[in-house]
RNA sequence: GCCAAGGUGGCAGAGUCCGGCCGAACGCAGCGGCCUGCAGAGCCGCCCACCGCCGGUUCAAAUCCGGCCCUUGGCUCCA
Protein backbone atom coordinates (compact mmCIF):
# COMPACT_ATOMS: atom_id res chain seq x y z
CA UNK A 1 0.00 0.00 0.00
CA UNK A 2 1.52 3.49 -0.85
CA UNK A 3 0.73 6.31 1.65
CA UNK A 4 -2.21 8.30 1.18
CA UNK A 5 -3.23 11.83 2.57
CA UNK A 6 -5.96 13.70 3.95
CA UNK A 7 -5.75 17.06 1.39
CA UNK A 8 -7.56 19.87 3.01
CA UNK A 9 -8.45 21.13 -0.46
CA UNK A 10 -10.74 18.06 -1.83
CA UNK A 11 -11.80 17.07 1.47
CA UNK A 12 -10.67 13.67 0.47
CA UNK A 13 -7.97 10.83 1.12
CA UNK A 14 -5.47 10.78 -1.99
CA UNK A 15 -2.60 8.81 -3.11
CA UNK A 16 0.29 10.31 -2.32
CA UNK A 17 2.24 11.44 -6.00
CA UNK A 18 5.03 14.45 -6.23
CA UNK A 19 5.93 16.14 -8.94
CA UNK A 20 8.98 14.65 -8.96
CA UNK A 21 8.67 10.81 -7.96
CA UNK A 22 12.00 11.34 -5.48
CA UNK A 23 11.58 14.43 -3.91
CA UNK A 24 9.20 16.12 -1.91
CA UNK A 25 8.47 19.96 -1.45
CA UNK A 26 7.49 20.07 2.29
CA UNK A 27 6.54 23.93 3.31
CA UNK A 28 5.01 24.38 6.96
CA UNK A 29 3.88 27.08 7.57
CA UNK A 30 5.95 28.29 10.59
CA UNK A 31 5.71 30.73 13.80
CA UNK A 32 4.99 34.38 14.13
CA UNK A 33 8.13 34.36 16.56
CA UNK A 34 5.89 37.03 19.19
CA UNK A 35 5.25 34.47 22.09
CA UNK A 36 7.02 31.59 23.41
CA UNK A 37 6.91 28.01 21.84
CA UNK A 38 3.66 26.26 23.30
CA UNK A 39 2.87 22.33 23.32
CA UNK A 40 -0.03 23.29 20.82
CA UNK A 41 2.90 24.12 18.21
CA UNK A 42 5.40 20.93 19.35
CA UNK A 43 2.55 18.81 18.44
CA UNK A 44 2.09 20.44 14.64
CA UNK A 45 6.18 20.44 14.74
CA UNK A 46 5.71 16.94 15.56
CA UNK A 47 3.43 15.64 13.15
CA UNK A 48 5.25 17.37 10.62
CA UNK A 49 8.92 16.22 11.87
CA UNK A 50 7.36 12.42 11.90
CA UNK A 51 5.64 12.96 8.10
CA UNK A 52 9.28 14.08 7.38
CA UNK A 53 10.86 11.34 8.70
CA UNK A 54 8.51 8.21 6.91
CA UNK A 55 9.18 10.29 3.72
CA UNK A 56 12.55 9.96 4.04
CA UNK A 57 11.69 5.85 5.05
CA UNK A 58 9.78 5.59 2.14
CA UNK A 59 13.05 6.57 0.39
CA UNK A 60 11.88 9.97 -0.79
CA UNK A 61 14.51 13.07 -0.68
CA UNK A 62 12.43 16.29 1.23
CA UNK A 63 13.04 19.29 0.85
CA UNK A 64 11.65 20.63 4.24
CA UNK A 65 11.05 24.71 4.31
CA UNK A 66 9.86 26.06 7.78
CA UNK A 67 9.18 29.99 8.15
CA UNK A 68 9.58 32.19 10.41
CA UNK A 69 7.00 35.14 10.76
CA UNK A 70 9.30 38.01 12.36
CA UNK A 71 7.51 40.72 11.03
CA UNK A 72 4.16 41.45 13.19
CA UNK A 73 2.56 43.93 15.22
CA UNK A 74 2.62 41.20 17.44
CA UNK A 75 6.10 41.30 17.83
CA UNK A 76 6.43 45.23 18.16
CA UNK A 77 3.87 45.33 21.04
CA UNK A 78 6.68 43.15 23.12
CA UNK A 79 9.13 45.33 22.91
CA UNK A 80 11.05 46.79 26.46
CA UNK A 81 9.34 43.24 28.02
CA UNK A 82 11.75 42.19 30.19
CA UNK A 83 14.81 40.77 28.52
CA UNK A 84 12.94 40.48 25.03
CA UNK A 85 14.62 42.90 23.09
CA UNK A 86 14.89 46.94 22.57
CA UNK A 87 13.43 46.70 18.73
CA UNK A 88 10.95 44.81 16.78
CA UNK A 89 14.38 42.58 15.71
CA UNK A 90 15.62 42.38 18.73
CA UNK A 91 12.74 40.80 20.43
CA UNK A 92 12.27 38.06 17.13
CA UNK A 93 15.66 37.33 17.30
CA UNK A 94 15.31 36.16 20.88
CA UNK A 95 12.36 34.28 20.01
CA UNK A 96 13.34 32.58 17.08
CA UNK A 97 16.86 31.18 19.30
CA UNK A 98 14.37 30.15 21.87
CA UNK A 99 12.09 28.42 19.24
CA UNK A 100 15.22 26.69 18.11
CA UNK A 101 16.41 25.37 21.48
CA UNK A 102 13.28 24.11 21.71
CA UNK A 103 12.88 22.30 18.45
CA UNK A 104 16.12 20.85 19.06
CA UNK A 105 14.71 19.80 22.25
CA UNK A 106 11.92 17.99 21.04
CA UNK A 107 14.55 15.76 18.65
CA UNK A 108 13.17 17.42 15.57
CA UNK A 109 14.87 17.04 12.65
CA UNK A 110 16.09 20.29 10.97
CA UNK A 111 14.47 22.22 8.07
CA UNK A 112 16.50 22.76 4.81
CA UNK A 113 15.95 26.73 5.36
CA UNK A 114 14.02 28.29 8.49
CA UNK A 115 13.64 31.71 5.52
CA UNK A 116 12.27 34.49 7.77
CA UNK A 117 10.06 37.85 6.29
CA UNK A 118 11.97 40.33 6.77
CA UNK A 119 14.82 38.74 4.57
CA UNK A 120 12.47 38.35 2.15
CA UNK A 121 10.93 41.64 1.56
CA UNK A 122 12.09 42.20 -2.17
CA UNK A 123 10.88 39.47 -3.38
CA UNK A 124 7.41 40.15 -1.73
CA UNK A 125 7.63 43.62 -3.39
CA UNK A 126 8.16 41.83 -6.54
CA UNK A 127 4.74 39.35 -5.94
CA UNK A 128 3.27 42.28 -5.35
CA UNK A 129 3.62 44.08 -8.69
CA UNK A 130 3.33 41.33 -10.56
CA UNK A 131 -0.55 40.76 -9.07
CA UNK A 132 -0.98 44.37 -9.70
CA UNK A 133 -0.22 43.98 -12.97
CA UNK A 134 -2.12 40.99 -14.21
CA UNK A 135 -5.07 42.96 -12.39
CA UNK A 136 -5.56 41.17 -8.85
CA UNK A 137 -4.43 44.13 -6.71
CA UNK A 138 -4.88 47.28 -6.46
CA UNK A 139 -3.15 50.20 -4.48
CA UNK A 140 -4.89 52.49 -1.87
CA UNK A 141 -3.08 55.40 0.26
CA UNK A 142 0.16 53.50 0.20
CA UNK A 143 -1.01 50.40 0.95
CA UNK A 144 -1.92 47.39 -2.25
CA UNK A 145 -4.87 44.81 -1.24
CA UNK A 146 -5.66 42.07 -3.08
CA UNK A 147 -8.94 41.54 -4.81
CA UNK A 148 -11.09 39.21 -4.40
CA UNK A 149 -13.41 38.96 -6.98
CA UNK A 150 -11.04 38.99 -9.37
CA UNK A 151 -10.08 35.25 -7.87
CA UNK A 152 -12.79 32.71 -9.23
CA UNK A 153 -11.56 30.03 -6.62
CA UNK A 154 -11.52 31.98 -3.52
CA UNK A 155 -13.18 30.12 -0.88
CA UNK A 156 -12.30 26.56 -2.63
CA UNK A 157 -9.89 25.65 0.60
CA UNK A 158 -12.20 26.53 3.31
CA UNK A 159 -15.09 25.59 0.97
CA UNK A 160 -16.94 29.10 1.39
CA UNK A 161 -18.99 31.30 -0.67
CA UNK A 162 -17.62 34.52 -1.76
CA UNK A 163 -21.02 36.25 -1.00
CA UNK A 164 -20.87 34.65 2.56
CA UNK A 165 -17.16 35.70 3.40
CA UNK A 166 -17.88 39.10 2.18
CA UNK A 167 -20.84 39.37 4.53
CA UNK A 168 -18.87 38.26 7.23
CA UNK A 169 -16.00 41.57 6.38
CA UNK A 170 -16.42 44.80 8.71
CA UNK A 171 -17.66 47.18 5.73
CA UNK A 172 -16.75 50.38 7.77
CA UNK A 173 -13.48 48.65 8.71
CA UNK A 174 -10.83 49.73 5.81
CA UNK A 175 -12.71 52.18 3.62
CA UNK A 176 -9.81 52.12 1.19
CA UNK A 177 -10.94 48.38 0.19
CA UNK A 178 -13.34 47.49 -2.73
CA UNK A 179 -14.36 44.54 -1.03
CA UNK A 180 -14.75 43.83 2.49
CA UNK A 181 -13.24 40.45 2.11
CA UNK A 182 -10.42 42.10 0.39
CA UNK A 183 -6.97 41.72 2.25
CA UNK A 184 -3.74 43.65 2.44
CA UNK A 185 -0.25 42.71 0.56
CA UNK A 186 1.45 46.17 1.67
CA UNK A 187 0.49 47.74 4.21
CA UNK A 188 1.62 51.76 4.42
CA UNK A 189 3.89 52.81 7.01
CA UNK A 190 4.97 51.46 9.92
CA UNK A 191 2.48 49.94 13.11
CA UNK A 192 0.44 52.11 15.12
CA UNK A 193 -0.21 52.43 18.47
CA UNK A 194 -3.62 50.89 18.44
CA UNK A 195 -2.45 47.90 17.13
CA UNK A 196 0.05 47.59 19.31
CA UNK A 197 -2.25 48.39 22.35
CA UNK A 198 -4.15 45.04 21.43
CA UNK A 199 -1.82 42.87 21.94
CA UNK A 200 0.45 44.78 24.87
CA UNK A 201 1.67 42.99 28.10
CA UNK A 202 2.49 44.38 30.90
CA UNK A 203 6.14 45.62 31.11
CA UNK A 204 6.24 46.01 27.66
CA UNK A 205 7.42 49.40 26.40
CA UNK A 206 4.44 51.92 25.95
CA UNK A 207 2.69 51.64 22.76
CA UNK A 208 4.05 54.99 20.97
CA UNK A 209 7.88 54.16 21.51
CA UNK A 210 7.48 50.43 20.66
CA UNK A 211 5.92 51.44 17.25
CA UNK A 212 9.47 53.41 16.55
CA UNK A 213 10.87 50.42 16.49
CA UNK A 214 8.93 48.60 13.68
CA UNK A 215 10.82 47.92 10.73
CA UNK A 216 9.79 49.71 7.67
CA UNK A 217 11.09 49.06 4.52
CA UNK A 218 10.87 51.02 0.41
CA UNK A 219 8.53 50.03 -2.39
CA UNK A 220 6.66 51.51 -5.40
CA UNK A 221 3.67 52.60 -2.81
CA UNK A 222 5.93 54.50 -0.62
CA UNK A 223 7.20 53.61 3.04
CA UNK A 224 5.69 50.23 4.00
CA UNK A 225 5.46 46.62 5.55
CA UNK A 226 4.62 43.32 4.30
CA UNK A 227 0.75 42.11 5.11
CA UNK A 228 0.20 39.29 6.26
CA UNK A 229 -0.10 36.32 4.08
CA UNK A 230 2.12 37.38 1.21
CA UNK A 231 5.21 35.97 3.38
CA UNK A 232 4.74 32.62 2.93
CA UNK A 233 3.84 32.67 -0.97
CA UNK A 234 7.22 34.75 -1.28
CA UNK A 235 9.33 32.11 0.69
CA UNK A 236 7.87 29.24 -0.27
CA UNK A 237 8.18 29.91 -3.94
CA UNK A 238 11.52 31.35 -3.28
CA UNK A 239 13.04 28.27 -2.26
CA UNK A 240 11.01 25.59 -3.48
CA UNK A 241 9.61 27.07 -6.72
CA UNK A 242 5.90 27.84 -7.65
CA UNK A 243 4.34 24.46 -6.46
CA UNK A 244 4.81 22.54 -3.68
CA UNK A 245 3.80 19.30 -2.86
CA UNK A 246 2.70 19.42 0.59
CA UNK A 247 1.67 22.45 2.24
CA UNK A 248 0.96 21.50 6.17
CA UNK A 249 0.00 23.93 8.63
CA UNK A 250 -2.41 24.45 11.92
CA UNK A 251 -6.04 23.71 10.91
CA UNK A 252 -6.71 27.31 12.01
CA UNK A 253 -4.52 29.07 9.61
CA UNK A 254 -6.73 26.97 6.77
CA UNK A 255 -8.77 30.65 6.29
CA UNK A 256 -7.79 33.52 5.63
CA UNK A 257 -4.03 32.46 5.72
CA UNK A 258 -3.93 29.55 3.54
CA UNK A 259 -7.10 30.82 1.49
CA UNK A 260 -5.20 33.70 0.68
CA UNK A 261 -1.86 32.16 -0.32
CA UNK A 262 -3.32 30.26 -2.67
CA UNK A 263 -5.14 32.88 -4.15
CA UNK A 264 -2.33 35.31 -4.27
CA UNK A 265 0.13 33.00 -5.39
CA UNK A 266 -1.63 30.99 -8.20
CA UNK A 267 -2.73 34.45 -8.85
CA UNK A 268 0.56 35.56 -9.39
CA UNK A 269 1.84 32.51 -11.27
CA UNK A 270 -1.17 30.64 -13.09
CA UNK A 271 0.12 27.34 -11.17
CA UNK A 272 -1.27 25.17 -8.54
CA UNK A 273 0.27 26.67 -5.41
CA UNK A 274 0.26 23.43 -3.63
CA UNK A 275 -1.14 19.98 -4.57
CA UNK A 276 -1.59 18.56 -0.70
CA UNK A 277 -2.97 20.47 1.88
CA UNK A 278 -2.57 18.64 5.41
CA UNK A 279 -3.67 20.51 8.17
CA UNK A 280 -2.72 19.57 11.77
CA UNK A 281 -5.47 19.91 14.11
CA UNK A 282 -5.98 21.58 17.96
CA UNK A 283 -5.24 20.49 21.35
CA UNK A 284 -8.78 21.04 23.40
CA UNK A 285 -8.49 21.41 27.09
CA UNK A 286 -11.39 20.58 28.70
CA UNK A 287 -13.63 22.75 26.83
CA UNK A 288 -11.15 25.37 24.67
CA UNK A 289 -8.82 24.97 22.40
CA UNK A 290 -4.94 26.07 23.83
CA UNK A 291 -3.29 29.18 22.38
CA UNK A 292 -1.37 31.82 22.49
CA UNK A 293 -4.63 34.64 22.86
CA UNK A 294 -6.31 32.62 25.25
CA UNK A 295 -3.47 32.30 27.25
CA UNK A 296 -4.08 28.52 28.40
CA UNK A 297 -0.78 27.04 27.46
CA UNK A 298 2.09 25.12 28.44
CA UNK A 299 5.52 26.22 26.99
CA UNK A 300 7.18 23.91 25.12
CA UNK A 301 10.69 23.77 27.20
CA UNK A 302 7.80 23.60 30.65
CA UNK A 303 7.07 20.30 28.98
CA UNK A 304 10.16 19.09 27.98
CA UNK A 305 11.70 19.98 31.73
CA UNK A 306 8.78 18.11 33.21
CA UNK A 307 8.03 14.92 30.52
CA UNK A 308 11.31 14.77 29.12
CA UNK A 309 11.28 14.09 25.08
CA UNK A 310 10.28 10.58 24.25
CA UNK A 311 7.13 10.58 27.28
CA UNK A 312 6.38 14.20 25.24
CA UNK A 313 6.57 12.75 21.66
CA UNK A 314 4.85 9.70 22.59
CA UNK A 315 1.60 12.00 23.78
CA UNK A 316 1.72 14.24 20.60
CA UNK A 317 1.66 11.24 18.76
CA UNK A 318 -0.76 9.63 20.28
CA UNK A 319 -3.57 10.73 17.85
CA UNK A 320 -3.87 11.03 14.46
CA UNK A 321 -2.27 14.60 13.26
CA UNK A 322 -5.58 15.68 11.68
CA UNK A 323 -8.03 14.81 15.41
CA UNK A 324 -8.15 17.03 17.91
CA UNK A 325 -6.16 16.16 21.02
CA UNK A 326 -7.52 16.05 24.25
CA UNK A 327 -4.53 17.77 26.57
CA UNK A 328 -4.99 16.70 30.24
CA UNK A 329 -3.46 15.15 33.40
CA UNK A 330 -4.35 11.89 32.41
CA UNK A 331 -3.70 11.62 28.94
CA UNK A 332 -0.08 12.68 29.23
CA UNK A 333 0.45 10.44 32.29
CA UNK A 334 -0.78 7.33 29.65
CA UNK A 335 1.11 8.35 27.35
CA UNK A 336 4.15 8.24 29.90
CA UNK A 337 3.02 4.33 30.79
CA UNK A 338 3.08 3.56 27.16
CA UNK A 339 6.49 5.44 26.61
CA UNK A 340 7.76 3.13 29.94
CA UNK A 341 6.29 0.10 28.25
CA UNK A 342 8.42 0.63 25.16
CA UNK A 343 11.27 1.06 27.13
CA UNK A 344 11.23 -1.40 29.63
CA UNK A 345 10.91 -4.04 27.31
CA UNK A 346 13.80 -2.43 25.24
CA UNK A 347 16.12 -2.58 27.81
CA UNK A 348 14.87 -6.02 28.72
CA UNK A 349 15.61 -7.08 25.27
CA UNK A 350 19.35 -5.68 25.38
CA UNK A 351 20.03 -7.14 28.74
CA UNK A 352 18.89 -10.23 27.15
CA UNK A 353 20.90 -10.31 23.97
CA UNK A 354 24.13 -9.98 26.33
CA UNK A 355 23.44 -12.57 28.52
CA UNK A 356 24.60 -15.83 29.19
CA UNK A 357 20.99 -17.36 28.79
CA UNK A 358 21.18 -16.48 24.96
CA UNK A 359 21.35 -19.06 22.39
CA UNK A 360 22.36 -18.63 18.70
CA UNK A 361 20.02 -22.02 17.79
CA UNK A 362 17.31 -20.97 19.87
CA UNK A 363 14.25 -19.79 17.73
CA UNK A 364 10.61 -18.31 18.91
CA UNK A 365 8.55 -18.33 15.81
CA UNK A 366 5.87 -16.52 17.74
CA UNK A 367 8.24 -13.83 18.79
CA UNK A 368 9.80 -13.62 15.21
CA UNK A 369 6.68 -12.78 13.45
CA UNK A 370 5.23 -10.87 16.17
CA UNK A 371 7.63 -8.57 15.08
CA UNK A 372 7.55 -8.96 11.18
CA UNK A 373 3.76 -8.35 11.57
CA UNK A 374 4.39 -5.09 13.58
CA UNK A 375 6.35 -3.95 11.15
CA UNK A 376 3.76 -4.43 8.34
CA UNK A 377 0.85 -3.16 10.69
CA UNK A 378 3.24 -0.18 11.34
CA UNK A 379 3.83 0.58 7.67
CA UNK A 380 0.14 -0.01 7.14
CA UNK A 381 -0.79 3.01 9.81
CA UNK A 382 1.99 5.58 8.07
CA UNK A 383 1.09 5.06 4.97
CA UNK A 384 -2.63 5.77 5.74
CA UNK A 385 -2.01 8.69 6.18
CA UNK A 386 0.61 8.87 8.98
CA UNK A 387 -1.50 7.17 11.28
CA UNK A 388 0.84 7.77 14.44
CA UNK A 389 -1.70 6.21 16.96
CA UNK A 390 -1.63 2.99 14.77
CA UNK A 391 1.79 3.04 14.64
CA UNK A 392 2.48 3.34 18.13
CA UNK A 393 -0.18 -0.04 18.83
CA UNK A 394 2.31 -2.06 16.51
CA UNK A 395 5.58 -0.81 18.43
CA UNK A 396 3.83 -1.29 21.76
CA UNK A 397 3.11 -5.14 20.16
CA UNK A 398 6.98 -5.80 19.90
CA UNK A 399 7.26 -5.05 23.45
CA UNK A 400 4.67 -7.23 24.39
CA UNK A 401 5.94 -9.89 21.85
CA UNK A 402 9.75 -9.48 23.81
CA UNK A 403 8.30 -9.28 27.53
CA UNK A 404 6.28 -12.89 26.37
CA UNK A 405 9.37 -14.52 24.78
CA UNK A 406 11.37 -13.46 28.23
CA UNK A 407 8.70 -14.92 30.10
CA UNK A 408 8.13 -18.02 28.98
CA UNK A 409 11.81 -19.03 28.14
CA UNK A 410 13.57 -20.81 30.61
CA UNK A 411 17.26 -20.85 31.16
CA UNK A 412 17.98 -24.59 29.99
CA UNK A 413 16.32 -23.95 26.26
CA UNK A 414 18.07 -20.11 25.88
CA UNK A 415 16.71 -16.97 24.70
CA UNK A 416 16.05 -16.77 20.59
CA UNK A 417 19.55 -14.02 19.93
CA UNK A 418 17.73 -13.36 16.18
CA UNK A 419 14.58 -13.14 17.23
CA UNK A 420 15.30 -10.57 20.09
CA UNK A 421 17.61 -8.83 17.76
CA UNK A 422 15.59 -8.30 15.45
CA UNK A 423 12.82 -7.39 17.98
CA UNK A 424 15.34 -4.51 19.37
CA UNK A 425 16.36 -3.52 15.87
CA UNK A 426 12.72 -2.70 14.99
CA UNK A 427 12.30 -0.54 18.22
CA UNK A 428 14.92 1.01 16.83
CA UNK A 429 14.10 2.20 13.18
CA UNK A 430 10.92 2.16 14.12
CA UNK A 431 10.70 4.57 16.94
CA UNK A 432 12.82 6.43 15.22
CA UNK A 433 10.60 7.14 12.52
CA UNK A 434 8.30 8.38 15.31
CA UNK A 435 11.63 10.34 16.83
CA UNK A 436 11.65 8.13 19.88
CA UNK A 437 15.32 7.17 20.85
CA UNK A 438 15.98 4.29 22.92
CA UNK A 439 19.67 5.57 23.72
CA UNK A 440 19.56 5.17 27.32
CA UNK A 441 21.75 8.02 29.82
CA UNK A 442 24.94 7.55 28.56
CA UNK A 443 26.63 10.48 29.82
CA UNK A 444 29.19 10.90 33.14
CA UNK A 445 26.20 11.95 35.04
CA UNK A 446 23.58 9.13 34.46
CA UNK A 447 26.77 6.65 35.07
CA UNK A 448 27.69 8.45 38.37
CA UNK A 449 23.83 8.14 38.99
CA UNK A 450 23.73 4.78 38.45
CA UNK A 451 27.31 3.57 40.11
CA UNK A 452 25.59 5.31 43.25
CA UNK A 453 22.36 3.34 43.08
CA UNK A 454 24.32 0.25 42.35
CA UNK A 455 25.69 1.00 45.55
CA UNK A 456 22.67 1.18 47.68
CA UNK A 457 21.65 -1.75 46.47
CA UNK A 458 24.23 -3.58 47.36
CA UNK A 459 23.81 -2.36 50.60
CA UNK A 460 19.76 -3.42 50.47
CA UNK A 461 21.07 -6.96 49.16
CA UNK A 462 22.80 -7.23 52.66
CA UNK A 463 19.79 -6.28 54.74
CA UNK A 464 17.64 -8.50 52.64
CA UNK A 465 19.68 -11.36 53.07
CA UNK A 466 20.19 -11.01 56.67
CA UNK A 467 16.29 -10.84 56.49
CA UNK A 468 15.69 -6.87 57.24
CA UNK A 469 13.06 -6.48 54.64
CA UNK A 470 11.43 -3.62 56.54
CA UNK A 471 15.10 -1.75 55.77
CA UNK A 472 15.00 -3.32 52.28
CA UNK A 473 11.86 -1.95 51.57
CA UNK A 474 12.56 1.45 52.91
CA UNK A 475 15.39 1.69 51.11
CA UNK A 476 13.35 0.66 47.95
CA UNK A 477 10.82 3.80 48.66
CA UNK A 478 13.27 6.23 49.18
CA UNK A 479 15.02 5.57 45.87
CA UNK A 480 11.48 5.53 44.08
CA UNK A 481 11.48 8.94 45.27
CA UNK A 482 13.79 9.91 43.72
CA UNK A 483 12.70 8.52 40.45
CA UNK A 484 14.08 5.05 40.13
CA UNK A 485 12.50 2.51 39.75
CA UNK A 486 13.90 -0.68 41.47
CA UNK A 487 12.83 -4.65 40.69
CA UNK A 488 13.75 -7.62 42.59
CA UNK A 489 14.19 -10.35 40.05
CA UNK A 490 15.63 -14.08 40.22
CA UNK A 491 18.96 -12.77 39.00
CA UNK A 492 19.03 -9.82 41.34
CA UNK A 493 18.02 -6.32 41.62
CA UNK A 494 17.65 -4.13 38.43
CA UNK A 495 16.99 -0.44 38.47
CA UNK A 496 15.77 1.99 35.98
CA UNK A 497 16.60 5.86 36.10
CA UNK A 498 13.82 8.28 35.72
CA UNK A 499 13.80 8.74 31.56
CA UNK A 500 13.71 12.23 30.25
CA UNK A 501 16.88 12.85 32.11
CA UNK A 502 19.16 12.21 28.75
C1' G B 1 -26.01 32.42 10.69
C1' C B 2 -22.20 30.14 7.21
C1' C B 3 -18.02 26.49 6.79
C1' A B 4 -15.36 22.32 8.86
C1' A B 5 -14.39 18.25 12.14
C1' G B 6 -16.43 14.94 15.56
C1' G B 7 -20.12 11.93 18.74
C1' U B 8 -17.43 4.22 19.81
C1' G B 9 -16.35 0.70 26.86
C1' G B 10 -14.78 3.79 33.53
C1' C B 11 -10.84 7.02 30.74
C1' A B 12 -8.33 7.67 26.32
C1' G B 13 -8.51 6.23 21.39
C1' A B 14 -8.18 3.16 16.45
C1' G B 15 -11.52 1.26 13.00
C1' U B 16 -15.77 4.67 9.08
C1' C B 17 -12.75 6.69 2.62
C1' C B 18 -12.65 0.59 0.02
C1' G B 19 -19.93 -2.76 4.18
C1' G B 20 -18.75 -8.89 6.07
C1' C B 21 -12.08 -11.11 9.31
C1' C B 22 -15.64 -5.67 14.53
C1' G B 23 -19.65 -10.03 19.53
C1' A B 24 -15.16 -3.77 17.88
C1' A B 25 -7.34 -2.70 18.15
C1' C B 26 -3.41 -0.66 21.34
C1' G B 27 -2.92 1.60 26.12
C1' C B 28 -4.62 3.26 31.08
C1' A B 29 -7.78 2.12 35.20
C1' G B 30 -10.40 -2.27 37.64
C1' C B 31 -10.77 -7.76 38.84
C1' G B 32 -8.61 -12.90 39.16
C1' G B 33 -4.28 -16.14 38.51
C1' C B 34 1.21 -16.99 37.95
C1' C B 35 5.82 -15.00 39.79
C1' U B 36 7.62 -12.54 44.56
C1' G B 37 9.65 -12.12 51.58
C1' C B 38 6.65 -7.91 50.09
C1' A B 39 6.15 -4.36 46.21
C1' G B 40 6.97 -3.22 41.29
C1' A B 41 7.66 -4.89 36.47
C1' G B 42 6.11 -8.85 33.44
C1' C B 43 3.00 -12.93 31.67
C1' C B 44 -1.98 -15.32 31.29
C1' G B 45 -7.16 -14.54 31.74
C1' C B 46 -11.46 -11.51 32.79
C1' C B 47 -14.66 -7.23 33.25
C1' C B 48 -16.91 -2.76 30.72
C1' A B 49 -19.56 -0.97 24.14
C1' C B 50 -26.93 -2.86 21.46
C1' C B 51 -20.57 2.00 18.05
C1' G B 52 -25.37 10.00 19.49
C1' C B 53 -30.90 9.40 17.97
C1' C B 54 -34.60 7.95 14.11
C1' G B 55 -35.51 5.87 9.48
C1' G B 56 -33.68 3.62 4.82
C1' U B 57 -30.47 0.48 1.42
C1' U B 58 -28.32 -4.61 1.78
C1' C B 59 -27.99 -11.59 2.48
C1' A B 60 -24.81 -8.35 5.69
C1' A B 61 -23.75 -1.52 8.49
C1' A B 62 -19.91 1.44 13.72
C1' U B 63 -18.87 1.56 8.41
C1' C B 64 -23.39 3.47 2.73
C1' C B 65 -28.00 7.06 2.15
C1' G B 66 -31.66 10.68 4.44
C1' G B 67 -33.33 13.47 8.69
C1' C B 68 -32.56 15.14 13.70
C1' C B 69 -29.86 16.22 18.37
C1' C B 70 -25.27 17.50 20.70
C1' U B 71 -19.87 18.93 21.02
C1' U B 72 -15.55 21.37 19.21
C1' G B 73 -13.00 24.49 15.78
C1' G B 74 -12.88 28.50 11.83
C1' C B 75 -15.49 33.02 10.10
C1' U B 76 -10.77 38.51 14.56
C1' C B 77 -4.27 37.46 16.04
C1' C B 78 -3.47 32.03 16.72
C1' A B 79 -0.11 25.50 15.24
Not at 404 to 417: C, F, I, K, P, V
Not at 445 to 473: F, K
Request: glycine letters at 6%.
Amino acid sequence: MTLHVTNTLTGEKEPFEPQDPENVLLYYCGLTVSDPPHLGHARSWVHVDVMHRWLEHIGYDVRHVENFTDINEKIVARVGEDELGEDEADVAETYIERTLADMRSLNLLRAEVYPRVSEHVPEIVDLVETLMEKGYAYESNGSVYFDVTEFDEYGALSNQDLEEIESQGDPDERSEKHNPADFALWKADGVGPDAVEEHRHEGAAPAEESCETALTWDSPWGEGRPGWHIECSAMSMTHLGETLDLHVGGRDLVFPHHENEIAQSEAATDQRFAKYWLHCELFQMDDEKMSSSLGNFVTVDQAVDQWGTNVLRTFLTAGAYNNVQLYSDETIAEAEERWDRLERAYEAAVDAVDSPEMSAKAADDDLREAVSDAREEFTAAMNDDFNTREAQSALLSVATAINRHLEETDASEGYDYRGLRRAIETLEELGDVLGLSFEGDTDGTATLAGDVVELVLDVREHEREAGDYERADELRDELEALGIEVQDTDEGPTYRLPSGDE
